[in-house]
T-cell receptor, first 122, second 112 residues
Framework: NAGVTQTPKFRILKIGQSMTLQCAQDMNHNYMYWYRQDPGMGLKLIYYSVGAGITDKGEVPNGYNVSRSTTEDFPLRLELAAPSQTSVYFC?????????????????????FGDGTRLSIL | DAKTTQPNSMESNEEEPVHLPCNHSTISGTDYIHWYRQLPSQGPEYVIHGLTSNVNNRMASLAIAEDRKSSTLILHRATLRDAAVYYCIQVDYGGSQGNLIFGKGTKLSVKP
């Protein structure tokens, strides 16, 4: 199994350019996520999706857009690249299900991560 | 912000056990504790997770304190490949749908 595949692995952009980071998973997971990781820091959630056609903002969504037209794909779009968006971007997926019953709660399987896209904006 | 606190770094000798501590004093009844690790130049990798009782899998063991305010990830015999940043994450399966909030983690160095 390929798992989570991210393309490209590396990219250099000029300020103001736009690009799309691709992410695909072959595990039939319903949830998908985009994170960014700045040097020496932990990952921060940008956007996530609970299924095709449904997306929601994470902790740091400004400057990014996402769409989810299929279960497998979850592209991340940068419209006007800025130096502050220089980072490593990780895509992840998981299967989350909702337990019915008293209170109700979500249970899920671990998140599976891709190898990342290293993006520099100059 | 991350809800857990971990030491910035730890060192271990190869083939010795490693105990990685984590404090999560604000944990609520339905929050799980997850551990991920990130090898150099790779994406995070799931290690283990638990709720109340101790858990074991092929990678590690997780010991959770009785009051659930702290836990310890145990690598039984460290190898050079275990050198990584280890993240302890308190996961809210209620309101936040299990989203992961990463802190800076503990950077584990393994000496041959």
């Amino acid at each position: 199994n390929a798992g989570v595949t991210q393309t490209p692995k590396f990219r250099i952009l000029k300020i103001g350019q736009s690009m799309t980071l691709q992410c695909a998973q072959d595990m039939n997971h319903n949830y998908m996520y985009w994170y960014r990781q700045d040097p020496g820091m932990g990952l921060k959630l940008i956007y996530y999706s609970v299924g095709a056609g449904i997306t929601d903002k994470g902790e740091v969504p400004n400057g990014y857009n996402v769409s989810r037209s299929t279960t497998e794909d979850f592209p991340l779009r940068l419209e006007l690249a800025a130096p502050s968006q220089t980072s490593v971007y990780f895509c992840a997926s998981s299967y989350l299900f909702y337990y019915l019953g008293t209170g109700g709660f979500y249970g899920n399987q671990p998140q599976h991560f891709g190898d990342g896209t290293r993006l520099s904006i100059l | 912000d991350a809800k857990t606190t971990q030491p910035n770094s730890m060192e271990s000798n190869e083939e010795e056990p490693v105990h990685l501590p984590c404090n999560h004093s604000t944990i609520s009844g339905t929050d799980y504790i997850h551990w991920y690790r990130q090898l150099p130049s790779q994406g995070p990798e799931y290690v283990i997770h638990g709720l109340t009782s101790n858990v074991n899998n092929r990678m590690a063991s997780l010991a959770i304190a009785e009051d659930r305010k702290s836990s310890t990830l145990i690598l039984h015999r460290a190898t050079l490949r275990d050198a990584a940043v280890y993240y302890c994450i308190q996961v809210d399966y209620g309101g936040s749908q299990g989203n992961l909030i990463f802190g800076k983690g503990t950077k584990l160095s393994v000496k041959p």
